[in-house]
């Protein structure tokens, strides 16, 4: 019985825990009419548990660099080489383990490699300057000893191609298939009364929340503060970042700091708003785009490559650059006085080999190549 194993150790939520919870719901059904074990290691019990599958459980040091490489390059290669001979290891965290194993792929999550941070979010997120700074070294170590990279986006494959000096076509190209989406309104509800922008997000400084503030302050101080809203789902308390943004334009009457809200309460805010403002500089998908692109609405999106993918096949989209307000604000403001001249259809774009749709054809192509 060959061995697959699925590394996922480090993976524990937010948009990684549903891929590796969608990778292993496949393999559970596929270990069940084929002649392979499945073998998942991940961060604890209770996280995930199919039939089918055995488990081996390690805690992550999450905030222990040194013990992380170790166990990336070190422990994981002496658990490959206890569990061999495995056919498959496929990593679902951007990095390349040292281990054993016949054929080998990694799932790149992280687009930081490709972000350009900015001086200040040393002094609010340095976090999040480090990460994009460390990101290059963190894919760097074994990533041409797999057979396939895996990534959602096009522009992704050929960042890391040309970055790595790897071959596009062992990149696969796999976008998400199992977004969730609320395709059917069942009951339709009537918009908020002002004109009513939305931009979701998390309180993290690539996410960019400084330039529509500044541009809901600009059309504020033109009047237009009766004639619109932007809802931003932070509350301003949540970290320096956050802080400094209400600290700056809390007192902006048109903007909401409106703070987190689940995803019923989010869908319903969709329903009756009428545009998605998305400024964030980075993403490896862009889901808010996916989420609210099935209301047929109109859309301002950062002119940035993960934008434009996401929003293929959307009708109303505007791009604007993701650091000029003024153009920003200058969009919002036609859209507010009824005038959408400024908006387009976003035209599907062939994707090039090799490319996947779902779980089955790519493990399919991992399997078989």
């Keep these: 019985m060959k061995k697959i194993v699925?590394?996922?150790?480090?993976?524990?939520?937010?948009?990684?825990?549903?891929?590796?919870k969608d990778c292993l719901t496949y393999l559970s059904q596929f270990a069940e009419n084929n002649n392979f074990?499945?073998?998942?290691?991940?961060?604890?019990?209770?996280?995930?548990?199919?039939?089918?599958?055995?488990?081996?459980?390690?805690?992550?040091?999450?905030?222990?660099?040194?013990?992380?490489i170790w166990f990336e390059y070190v422990s994981l290669k002496k658990i490959s080489k206890d569990i061999g001979p495995v056919y498959l290891w496929v990593s679902l965290h951007d990095t390349s383990p040292s281990v054993y194993a016949e054929k080998r792929a990694v799932y790149c999550h992280n687009a930081f490699?490709?972000?350009?941070?900015?001086?200040?979010?040393?002094?609010?997120?340095p976090k999040?300057?480090?990460?994009?700074?460390?990101?290059?070294?963190?894919?760097?170590?074994?990533?041409?000893?797999?057979?396939?990279?895996?990534?959602q986006q096009e522009w992704l494959r050929t960042g890391l191609s040309k970055v790595y000096n790897l071959n596009p076509k062992s990149i696969i190209v796999s976008k998400p298939t199992n977004l969730n989406l609320n395709h059917e309104l069942a009951n339709p509800v009537e918009p908020f009364r002002k004109f009513t922008f939305i931009f979701p997000g998390s309180p993290n400084s690539h996410k960019n929340f400084d330039?529509?503030?500044?541009?809901?302050?600009?059309?504020?101080k033109e009047g237009l503060n009766e004639d619109f809203e932007v809802i931003i789902t932070i509350s301003g308390n949540e970290n320096p970042y956050a802080e400094s943004l209400k600290s700056k334009w809390g007192e902006v009457k048109a903007l909401n700091f409106y703070g987190f809200?689940?995803?019923?309460?989010?869908?319903?805010?969709?329903?009756?708003?009428?545009?998605?403002?998305?400024?964030?500089k980075i993403e490896s998908w862009g889901l808010p785009i996916s989420e609210f692109s099935i209301y047929g609405k109109p859309m301002l999106l950062a002119n940035l490559p993960y934008a434009k993918e996401t929003a293929q096949g959307s009708q109303q989209v505007s791009f604007f650059e993701p650091n000029d307000a003024n153009q920003l604000a200058n969009q919002m403001?036609?859209?507010?006085?009824?005038?959408?001249s400024i908006l387009?259809?976003?035209?599907?774009?062939?994707?090039?080999?090799?490319?996947?749709?779902?779980?089955?054809?790519?493990?399919?192509?991992?399997?078989?190549d």
């Design 6 to 20: 699925i590394s996922a150790v480090n993976i524990v939520e937010a948009g990684p825990l549903t891929i590796l």
């Design 37 to 68: 074990e499945i073998i998942a290691i991940i961060n604890r019990k209770g996280l995930i548990d199919l039939p089918n599958i055995t488990y081996q459980y390690y805690d992550w040091p999450k905030k222990n660099w040194f013990k992380r």
């Design 113 to 125: 490699l490709f972000y350009n941070w900015s001086i200040k979010e040393l002094k609010f997120a």
């Design 128 to 151: 999040i300057a480090l990460f994009a700074m460390l990101t290059r070294f963190i894919y760097w170590p074994n990533i041409k000893k797999n057979n396939y990279l895996i990534v």
């Design 211 to 220: 330039i529509l503030c500044e541009a809901t302050a600009i059309l504020s």
């Design 261 to 280: 809200v689940k995803k019923v309460e989010l869908e319903q805010i969709y329903q009756k708003a009428h545009c998605l403002v998305f400024p964030s």
């Design 333 to 340: 403001k036609k859209l507010i006085q009824s005038d959408f």
């Design 344 to 368: 387009n259809p976003v035209q599907h774009q062939a994707v090039l080999e090799p490319y996947v749709n779902g779980w089955k054809q790519l493990f399919n192509k991992l399997l078989n």
